[in-house]
T-cell receptor, first 111, second 116 residues
C-alpha cells in the first residue's frame, strides 16, 4: 500500500514537444506529491509539488495534473528542451518526512 | 543560502567494515532525512531526524543507524558492511515550505559508497 508506480521507464521526446510522465499511488493517506529531477552525479532537485486539494499546478514549463479519485498524478513538461534530459522521480508522502518514490523515468530530449 | 552538504562524496570500504557519513542541512532546517539510492531498488527511505530525535524509520536492518546533533547536522552509520550496501546515500533537509505548510525536502549531492 506504500507503493508509487511510475511510467514510462524511459521516454524520448523531440525538442519543443510535450513530455508526460505518469504516477499512481495506493495509500490514501498520501497528501503531498512532489516531483524531482536528477542529473547524473547529482542529488534529486525539487521541481514542483502539489497537494490533493487542487487538480493542477503550473510553474513555468512544468505542470502537475492531479486526479484524486483515480489516485493518479502526472508531470507535463511543455516545450521540452535538451537541458531537460534527466531522470524524473515522482514521490508521495503523508504526515512526516518520509517520501515514497516512484521508480524513475529517464527522459531524453532529441534535437 | 548554502545547500545541503554531504561528506565524503566518495568512499570505498571492504566487507565487514563500518562507515560514517555526514550531512549538514540548509541553515535553519531542523529535519534531516536519509535515503539510499540503488539501480535495483531506487530511492528508499532510511530514517528522519527532527530536533535530535528519530521521528520516522524505514525498513532497513539495525546495521543502519543515525543521529542528529544540536546544530541539526546529522550522521548515519552502517556497521558490518555488505556488498549490497554499495549505493548513493542521500541526505535531505526540510524547513518551512510553500506547499500548504508541508516541509519541502532538499537533497544534497550524496555520498557514493562502494563496498568491495
Amino acid at each position: 500500500q506504500q507503493q508509487v508506480k511510475q511510467s514510462p521507464q524511459s521516454l524520448i521526446v523531440q525538442k519543443g514537444g510535450i513530455s508526460i510522465i505518469n504516477c499512481a499511488y495506493e495509500n490514501t493517506a498520501f497528501d503531498y506529491f512532489p516531483w524531482y529531477q536528477q542529473f547524473p552525479g547529482k542529488g534529486p532537485a525539487l521541481l514542483i509539488a502539489i497537494r490533493p486539494d487542487v487538480s493542477e499546478k503550473k510553474e513555468g514549463r512544468f505542470t502537475i495534473s492531479f486526479n484524486k479519485s483515480a489516485k493518479q498524478f502526472s508531470l507535463h513538461i511543455m516545450d521540452s528542451q535538451p537541458g531537460d534530459s534527466a531522470t524524473y522521480f515522482c514521490a508521495a508522502s503523508g504526515f512526516g518526512g518520509k517520501l515514497t518514490f516512484g521508480t524513475g523515468t529517464r527522459l531524453t530530449i532529441i534535437p | 543560502k548554502a545547500g545541503v552538504t554531504q561528506t565524503p562524496r566518495y568512499l570505498i570500504k571492504t566487507r565487514g567494515q563500518q562507515v560514517t557519513l555526514s550531512c549538514s542541512p540548509i541553515s535553519g532546517h531542523r529535519s534531516v532525512s536519509w535515503y539510499q539510492q540503488t539501480p535495483g531498488q531506487g530511492l528508499q527511505f532510511l530514517f528522519e531526524y527532527f530536533s535530535e530525535t528519530q521521528r520516522n524509520k524505514g525498513n532497513f536492518p539495525g546495521r543502519f543507524s543515525g543521529r542528529q546533533f544540536s546544530n541539526s547536522r546529522s550522521e548515519m552509520n552502517v556497521s558490518t558492511l555488505e556488498l549490497g550496501d554499495s549505493a548513493l546515500y542521500l541526505c535531505a533537509s526540510s524547513g518551512r515550505g510553500t506547499y500548504g505548510g508541508y516541509n519541502e525536502q532538499f537533497f544534497g549531492p550524496g555520498t557514493r559508497l562502494t563496498v568491495l
